[in-house]
């Protein structure tokens, strides 16, 4: 049997990984400042993962959601006090497609109401009705168009208005800062007045948090810049450092029903071993401020580059712009230098969403390859 061949793939095979940092089967080291899409957030096998989803493996792996499992609720209240997210309950799944899908679905149990708002080049996802408030009509199946969505620019809050007006929405989707989009993120006076008509419309302001999220900002939560309190919170990508997992953080102001949401994987006992490990080591090595001492290295530093036109996005969940598409140079990047980096919608941008362990020296080794390739 061959692969469902559905990624174009570069032509590197990683069979280990320390840190920052992977080793194909040549044993050849590339500096990962990309993370496997951003998933990678205590480093690769940190020693306190590796050691603790070992020692649950050999004690119990996996069993269904309808038995106690005190491992989901030590996750919940660990993953409410390291974020200020208190007041909200959790639900487990597998991936973060699958947390906008069960928060959209909630959304409307909600309100009983079934059109979405979501915004120009966003991205939540490959389910039915994530990839439906997905800005990308290349991804749809006839199967997905569905929904009743309607895709507004970012920052234009009277169309909100107007669209909030006609009393048929349940949600609005939003990402804390576009990912897959291109970085760009709504302004604080945006967010304000989206969650004053939201509340005012009784429609529930959904904030996906997937990518831009558990820390990648510099904030626990990206919409943390902006003051605001969303109805829900998706999560997944650096939630578990790569072990499979995605939750809804869903405002105690929504009621739970038995059997209203249900998954056989989520929320099992290694993928919760895993999350909480990395919430331990997020707030043991003080991670959100490497963050932002990094973020500031990397602007302070990159600022003499004279091709670079901006910088997007916000601590170590950044683009960086150029006047020409970066193919040629993300290629480069990898196979000169061993640097891994991302693409994204925008075929100018460079996306660069590192582990959140990386230092100043990795910027160094990036900028200085960076300077010799665009010489
Ligand atoms: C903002 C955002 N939402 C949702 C998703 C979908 O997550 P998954 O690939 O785990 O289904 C992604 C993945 O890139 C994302 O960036």
């Given amino acids: 049997m061959n692969l469902f061949n559905v990624y174009p793939l570069y032509n590197v095979t990683p069979v280990k990984a320390e840190g920052?940092?992977?080793?194909?089967?040549n044993n050849t080291k590339y500096l990962d400042l990309y993370g496997g899409h951003g998933v990678i957030s205590i480093g690769h096998t940190h020693p306190d993962y590796v050691e603790n989803i070992s020692k649950q493996l050999n004690k119990i792996g996996f069993y269904s959601n309808s038995v106690q499992n005190p491992l989901q609720i030590e996750l919940a209240q660990k993953l409410g006090d390291l974020s200020g997210c208190e007041n909200y309950n959790l639900f487990l799944c597998n991936s973060g497609a699958e947390a906008n899908e069960n928060a959209l679905k909630l959304a409307s149990f909600n309100?009983?109401?079934?059109?979405?708002?979501?915004?120009?080049?966003?991205?939540?996802?490959r389910t039915s009705a994530a990839v439906a408030v997905t800005d990308n009509k290349n991804i749809k199946a006839p199967i997905n168009l569905q929904q009743q969505v309607t895709f507004l620019p970012l920052n234009d809050i009277e169309r909100i208005i107007h669209e909030l007006g006609k009393n048929d929405v349940a949600a609005v989707i939003i990402e804390g800062i576009q990912g897959v989009g291109g970085l760009d993120e709504g302004t604080t006076d945006f967010f304000k007045q989206l969650r004053e008509i939201c509340t005012e419309k009784g429609v529930l302001l959904i904030l996906d948090e997937i990518q831009s999220g558990y820390g990648r900002s510099g904030h626990f939560f990206a919409f943390q810049y902006h003051n605001i309190q969303p109805d829900i919170i998706t999560i997944a990508k650096g939630m578990a450092n790569g072990f499979p997992i995605g939750g809804v953080l869903i405002s105690d102001e929504?009621?739970?029903?038995f059997g209203m949401l249900g998954t056989t994987f989520g929320g099992n006992h290694l993928a919760c071993i895993a999350a909480i490990t990395v919430l331990d080591i997020i707030k043991k090595e003080n991670i959100l401020s490497n963050v932002n001492e990094v973020y500031h290295y990397f602007l302070k530093e990159i600022n003499g580059i004279s091709k670079v036109i901006k910088i997007k996005g916000k601590g170590l969940m950044l683009g960086v712009e150029f006047d020409f598409e970066v193919g040629e140079l993300r290629k480069k990047l990898i196979f000169d230098k061993h640097i891994f980096t991302g693409g994204s919608q925008n075929k100018k941008l460079l996306r660069i969403l590192p582990p959140l362990t990386i230092n100043k020296g990795h910027i160094d080794i990036f900028l200085t390859a960076l300077k010799e390739i665009l010489a």
């Fill in 20 to 25: 920052a940092y992977v080793w194909d089967e």
């Fill in 111 to 125: 309100t009983g109401k079934s059109r979405i708002i979501s915004f120009k080049n966003s991205f939540h996802g």
């Fill in 254 to 257: 929504i009621d739970a029903k």
